[in-house]
């Protein structure tokens, strides 16, 4: 561990290229991720806004968009799930604050590999790049939605969008796969090699367990992700058929033969859900943080946090099952992958539990990331208990693929995962950028987005039960789906407000980079690591000082110790736990 | 901001609830043999899982109005956990899930591990951008071979799903765009797509299963009550996605013998 440091430092770079573009940084890198992740927020939000406005009215003309036509809801669909779910929910809380502060937390001058991991978010930029290229080729943007089902996804011929669009969008995500790969590596490396002295795995913060465990799920994940999708370029462009049996489209033979369709499902579920894990566990680890040091009380069973984190891990390779009872896959191993998935039920509940825990008995204070943390417990527990329903068969026979699923994963995948984005961000940036964010936008922010969010998403669940089918671009052809129409105009204003109330984050965001008030090295108050370097850390995170670590992370409130919190570098001698 | 924060939560949890507990929006009328016990495990799960949302909703919003910041008034207690609290709650959780589980699965074995009985009437589903088509075997009992080549979506029915004319035993097969079914009779589907998945959902009949390339899918479910019952496409399957839709008529057997009689002789 101590050898390591020499190994890895690097002397500062001089000049504007090596220090903001290609940095080996990988603080300016964590930035580059979340900045990146920032402008993918945003364009999936538009494209959500889009959508929710063609359902509501077809035939609407909008300015500089023009009319919305069906296959251009589907396009706008897909993008949204794919920007969203790998370009946002993957890479800000893991690729983003993870890479900035899993190595000062953990005491270390930088990531393990450091040309690694410039690499790798230059190849995430490139994929970027290329998913967005996908709107601008003749056809557009595909339409097979961010789960690309084949035959759907594998025939040019099959809808607008299929052509380039297609290729386009499948080669950015398997280039998505290999960065991602890269990041995984360099994380597990970098959290097995670089801690400083002192720091065991069991004085790990939570967030260093969390960006860990969820490395590991990205690095067994990905791999069967890239895999499949070349293959599916395979069947698209060179006339192989692994996906693709014998097909007729709108009355053309097509040359395929003997594919099953099934494949693509299993190889991207298996991918799929542990993809959903990745998307939350950081902001799991960011929330067990928060709520530790904003109600001033160490994390109520930080073993049972840590193992839990390690059964929800391990299980979530086993469940990809259950997106696919309805498919034709043989109902007796649905019967299987529903009791595993019951069973990854329980490790997330000992996670709420233990969350409630940690607040009860504390002095809670109420700045803004604390209540982004106290707003991700809300919505886990709302999303996480639409759960039972759809693990079960027999509820997916009138649940699966309706609204309900969407409200289902929205809820907890989605907005649960950027509430702890949003946390991270209030908590951490005064550390990143040396001032503070303004309380009150932060506070209004809070309430409208967690209003507003419930206002869209948990109506989406009364509308599944009704039978309102997922990916329709509007409701006008089905009659038992036309009475459902004013509920989902009421979750279409839902959206406009807490899309409107986004640009007062961001406006805070930028207005506090440059005008906020200085911040304090520990503004917080906070025991982990990366609060005893300067604000914002230098180069080499520590200013040529090594941390020894000498007690746990959430030392809060002990009795007998002269402040109510010991931070994990402070003497052994303060006496702790 | 304690009392806002518990306000908010404690009203949100209001409103998510008695909406559910209202059934202002709730599952269509069930019009099979299923349906009261598919219903039942969904009002169970509803039932246990309401209880849990509004117990940690609730004491979530409590707690962070209880235990705010007063300053020298709040005493924090010192403690990192409690195992005998977390095997409690790592076991309850576990029987409560995994229990709840056990319940519903025999409804799924009778659903999907038995096949269909004797006397079940067949029916082929055929999926295709963006139509449903139902072939009935006629008075052979017997489905005839289609053949991919003479597909032709354009003419409809028979022509669409590529029937092959010279088989005999396709002679008398019908094909239509909306389905027919006897009521009380158990229906034996054969589910089938030509192009791309498609997923064959009929809510009143609580029944949802895909239709995939290349896969001849069996299942079955038992209409038990006449009426008219909407059919949606419940997997994406291209821009026509949201209007691939049809019908289910449900009647009594002498009228759907009498309508499959005139179909054969329209021929």
Redesign the interface.
Known sequence: MATGEIIHAHAAPQGFIRKYVFSLDHKVIGLQYYFLALIAVFVGMALSLLMRIHMIWPTAVLPLVGEI???TY?SLLTMHGTIMVFFVLTTAPQSGFGNYFLPIQIGAPDMAFPVLNMLSYWTTFVAFVILIAAFFVPGGAP???WTG?A??SA?PT???GQQLGADLWITSIAIFCIASLMGALNFITTTLDLRAKGMTMMRMPLTCWAWFITAILGLLAFGVLLSAGILLLLDRNLGTSFY????????Q?MGHK?????LWQHLFWFFGHPEVYIAILPSMGVTSQLLSTF??????????MVYALMAIGLLGFMVWGHHMF???MS??S??AF??MT??I??PS??K???W??T????????HTPM?FA?GF??LF??GG??G??L????????L???AFVVGHFHLIMGVASIFGIFGATYYWFPKMFGRMMNETLG?IHF?VT??GT?SIF??M???G???Q???????T?????QR?IP?NTFITFAAFITIAVQFVFLFNLFWSMFKGPKASDNPWEATTVEWTTTTPPPHDNFGGKTPVVNHGPYE????GAPR?YIMQTDPATVKA? | MGLALLAVIWLITFFSTYFFAAKTWWLPHGAAEAAPWIDHQFALTYFLMGIVFVAAQGALGLFVWQYRDRGTASKVEYSHGNTTLELLWTGLTAVLFIGLNLMGSGVWASERFEPAKAGAIPVEVTGMQFAWYFRYAGADGKFGATNPKLMDPSAGNEAAIGLETSDPAAKDDVVTGTMYLPVNRQVDLTLRAVDVIHSFFVPSMRFKQDAVPGLAIHMHFTPTEVGDYEIACAELCGLGHYKMHGMLKVVSQADFDKWLAEREAEK
Request: hydrophobic share 45%; charged share 15%.
């Open positions: 036509k069906p296959e589907l339409l097979h939605g089902y035959p759907l025939l099959a809808g607008p693709v049996p014998l097909v007729v489209v709108n009355g033979v003997g594919g099953s369709p099934l109600s001033r009380k160490p994390i109520f069973g930080y073993r049972a309805m498919s034709g109902p007796y649905a019967f529903s009791i019951m069973a039920g329980v509940a000992i709420t539990f233990n409630l825990g607040l009860r008995k504390g002095r809670v204070r109420f209540l106290i417990v809300s527990v709302s208990l639409s039972p329903f693990a079960q068969p027999v509820l997916d026979i009138p699966h693929d309706t506070k309430f967690l209003v419930y948990m109506p669940h009364y509308l039960m009704a039978g089918t997922r990916r329709y671009s509007q409701f052809e089905v009659a038992y789906m459902l509920l809060y409130s002990v009795p109510d736990h």
